[in-house]
């Protein structure tokens, strides 16, 4: 409930913001690795761009940070997703794709944004016990994203 609200209300861009920097602030201190979520609309916007790439330029802490982007909203301009990836890579930092196999989600993602981790979203795995059709579709998204990490680390 909170984040629409904070989209009606047009404070959005301050708290993402706050989060961010707070989150920096917080494991400054340390050495431990953590995440970030990132969906499709912070990342194109420019003031949200900018503020994480001087805050990964003042912190030093990239190559402990992950920034997942949230799977559940359609990507609608790959280009602008993967400049944004790739300028934050070369701070070290790392990136994912959460929840993936929901909402709008396909392979392309992985071809396209070659992402250094999937996380698979929780519907596919809640059975994989003893649903075979979600074992073989969570051994189809394992088997590709490690054929594709292999291409692209090559």
Known sequence: MFIPV???????DKVTKEVIRKTFVAFSDNNLE???????EDI???EIYKFIIDELKVSKIGPRVTFE??????VKDFKKVIRFFNEIKRFGVKVAID???NGFSNFSYMTKLS?????IDGSLITDLDTDKNAQIVVETIVDFAKKTWYQNSS
């Open 6 to 12: 904070s989209k009606k209300i047009k404070v959005y």
């Open 99 to 101: 929840d993936f196999g």
């Open 69 to 74: 982007l949230l799977e559940s909203e359609k």
């Open 115 to 119: 992402p250094d981790f999937i996380k």
């Open 34 to 40: 953590f995440s970030i979520n990132l969906s499709f």
């Open 44 to 46: 194109i916007n420019p």
